[in-house]
């Protein structure tokens, strides 16, 4: 799927019930409508609502994505959901890896890949997500564990095409703290060498900033050449705020097309 700078992603996590889920998503496709402007917009609704949403969005533009998927493509999972399913309900994509997932329900780099793998057989994009945690910062680990989470967790085959990464420090995300420009536009560039050395033609994939964006540093953030657009967690809750932060992308130059 050929994605242009910026490309903001909008993640609700487990928010909205049918009526104000199904508000912001209105609210998103009325600012669309009429806007010209360049980038792509997305958004990873909860399970429960990717079906009314995805009939909200016809026509919009707007990208539907799913939170996470199952390795697996069907069978005995109770609870879970798999890639051919958020594809089957009109979903373009799929989150992978979210530190959310990887901490909070112990998901290791050989569970991201399979999920990562799952979500490319049923023709979804990937966003696969990276980060350290602020004890890994600390003690000056930062690369090294990024470096270790992009080799285990990159699955065969990604390219500029089907795989997007986020790296999104986990002492970032919903802390209101958020990575110094300097530190983001770093790991950024190391990411970019690294992919280009893992996946043919890996230095054109697609990198987003997340952790703590908001309308008042996202134009600072994707600024940064090595930075394509930003996942968004809380703000993406306020279309007002998610939409600015759209906006404030718009004049970032996109040095990843000539290179594709
Ligand atoms: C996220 O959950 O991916 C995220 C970046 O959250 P927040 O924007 O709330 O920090």
């Known amino acids: 799927m050929p994605l242009a700078k910026p490309f903001v992603l909008g993640n609700w996590k487990m928010n909205g019930l049918r009526a104000d889920g199904e508000a912001l998503a209105l609210a998103l496709v009325e600012r669309q409508q009429g806007a010209v402007r360049k980038g792509t917009l997305?958004?990873?609704?909860?399970?429960?609502?990717?079906?009314p949403i995805h009939d909200l969005l016809a026509g919009s533009g707007i990208l539907l994505g799913g939170q996470d998927c199952a390795p697996a493509p069907a069978g005995a999972f109770t609870g879970d959901i798999s890639a051919p399913m958020l594809a089957d309900v009109g979903c373009r994509l799929v989150i992978v890896g979210h530190s959310e997932r990887r901490h909070g329900h112990g998901e290791d780099d050989r569970l991201v890949r399979a999920k990562?793998?799952?979500g490319h057989a049923a023709g979804l994009l990937v966003v696969l997500c990276v980060g350290e945690t602020e004890a890994e910062r600390d003690a000056g680990a930062a690369i090294d564990v990024l470096g270790r989470q992009l080799e285990g967790s990159l699955p065969d085959g990604a390219s500029a095409d089907n795989l997007v990464v986020a790296y999104e420090p986990v002492w970032a995300i919903g802390t209101g703290?958020?990575?110094?420009v300097e530190e983001v536009a770093a790991v950024h560039a190391h990411l970019r060498a690294r992919l280009g050395v893992l996946a043919d033609g890996g230095e054109a994939l697609r990198l987003l900033y997340g952790g703590s964006v908001k309308p008042a540093n996202a134009g600072e953030i994707m600024a940064i050449p090595d930075v394509d657009g930003v996942l968004v967690g809380g703000a993406s809750l306020?279309?007002?705020q998610f939409d600015a932060i759209y906006s404030a992308g718009q004049g970032a130059a996109d040095p990843v097309s000539s290179r594709r």
Not at 177 to 180: D, G, K, N
């Open 177 to 180: 703290r958020t990575a110094s």
């Open 116 to 118: 990562a793998a799952a």
């Open 238 to 240: 306020d279309a007002g």
């Open 42 to 51: 997305g958004i990873c609704p909860p399970a429960t609502l990717l079906a």
